[in-house]
């Protein structure tokens, strides 16, 4: 299983907040694009699958890989706060 975690870079790029996250099976695309897909219409403009159960070692990821050096991550879905040590 992986978790994809879905939100919004705003046109700031200071904070990203995180407004969806669906477990789904590795290398499930056709589920990815369904679900990205209907979600962009809605606002949202960034998505990102990481293979890790947890949404919290997900939101970790998406602040070490993505936000890290300029910009936070805010967790509107389950407010997991990532470590930025």
């Not at 949404?55 to 936070?72: K, L």
């Amino acid at each position: 299983m992986s978790t994809l975690l879905i939100g919004c870079w705003p046109q700031d790029r200071a904070t990203v907040p995180l407004t969806a996250s669906h477990r789904v099976d590795s290398g499930g695309q056709a589920t990815v694009d369904a679900l990205t897909q209907s979600a962009f219409t809605d606002g949202p403009n960034w998505a990102c699958v990481f293979d890790v159960d947890a949404h919290s070692h997900a939101v970790q990821r998406a602040y070490e890989e993505f936000a890290r050096d300029d910009a936070a991550i805010e967790d509107d879905v389950e407010g997991f706060t990532p470590e930025t040590r």
